[in-house]
């Protein structure tokens, strides 16, 4: 059934629509739908709206003519909005800003298919072009432009990837096969989504920590219909078999709550802080700890506190052992 929206939202939606369609007559109606972004049922709902649509005189020949008998869909007597919409001053600005930040893609095959849209962009947008200079996109390039390009032949001709990669939460480098999907940049770094054939699920890898890639002959066979993954509040996503750990943050050490994930945050009166976040390495933990020098400190679990002790116990032999040394 088709969903609810706003009548504003709809009218934008469909003039766009029209002309759309008068260009491309006879096209399909379920391609149609998955090139709109709506649903068949949707796409026919606002087609039997044109029949209502058209010239002040309200005679037959003034009304929108809309078929779509046998799958294919047929727009005609809309000669008068056939033409696309113009791009207002900020649509336009923006679509620029977003085509220099996708220009700037490490290995991207496309670029001068992009190079060509945006001199045609900016050339039409005029005078207007000054102000898409004050917004820089601040986008941290692979340090390998070499091995984004394969990751790129790799997506292009979608073939399995074999990685090297070093994971710093576990502090180890493994090897593995990779389905890539796609390229994405998040938070201003670089990140290949692909299916990991060790881990049997979906995974995010930083292109600056992939330390070699190899192109396989095989065809990447990547799971269908796989769940989308939302990147717009970070690329972490905590697995809920993880271990959840209850930290007390000193004032000094507040950012902590704010930089990784957490499960629970309680801000108290004199800046501390107390956070509960789920650990899949026990290690990062200590090391967090340690790092701070006391400014955070393990409430539970038990075994999370004793391996702290534990830790923080060998580093202090280790610097006697050092000093007597001497």
Request: proline share 6%; with cysteine; aromatic share 4%.
């Amino acid at each position: 059934m088709p969903t609810y929206e706003s009548a504003t939202s709809r009218v934008s939606r469909m003039l766009t629509m029209v002309p759309w369609l008068v260009h491309r007559q006879g096209i399909d109606l379920a391609t149609a739908a998955t090139e709109l972004g709506v649903s068949e049922d949707q796409v026919v709902e606002d087609l039997q709206v044109l029949f209502l649509c058209g010239l002040p005189g309200h005679y037959p020949d003034d009304l929108i003519e809309a078929s779509w008998e046998g799958g294919r869909v047929f727009v005609g007597n809309a000669d008068t909005i056939a033409r696309p919409l113009r791009l207002g001053r900020d649509e336009a600005l923006a679509l620029i800003v977003a085509l220099r930040a996708l220009a700037a893609t490490p290995g991207l095959a496309e670029r001068d298919a992009i190079d060509r849209a945006l001199a045609k962009l900016e050339g039409a947008a005029g005078d207007g072009v000054e102000g898409a200079a004050q917004v820089q996109v601040a986008l941290e390039q692979p340090a390998d432009d070499e091995l984004a390009g394969r990751v790129r032949t790799g997506l292009a001709e979608r073939r399995r990837l074999h990685l090297r990669y070093t994971s710093a939460s576990r502090d180890e480098t493994t090897e593995r096969d990779v389905d890539p999907l796609r390229v994405l940049s998040v938070d201003g770094r670089w990140y290949l989504e692909g299916w990991c054939h060790r881990a049997r699920d979906l995974r995010l890898f930083r292109l600056d920590r992939i330390e070699s890639v190899d192109l396989l002959d095989e065809p990447a066979t990547p799971p269908e219909e796989l769940p989308a993954r939302p990147v717009g509040s970070g690329v972490y996503r905590p697995d809920p078999h993880d271990e959840t750990v209850t930290l007390d943050l000193a004032p000094g050490s507040a950012w902590v709550a704010e930089q990784i994930p957490a499960e629970e945050v309680e801000q108290r009166e004199d800046g501390s802080v107390r956070m509960s976040l789920r650990v899949a390495d026990p290690r990062w933990l200590v090391r967090l700890v340690l790092r701070e020098g006391g400014a955070i400190r393990v409430v539970e679990p038990a075994s999370m506190v004793t391996a702290v002790r534990e830790a923080a116990a060998a580093g202090l032999a280790d610097r006697s052992d050092d000093g007597a040394g001497r």
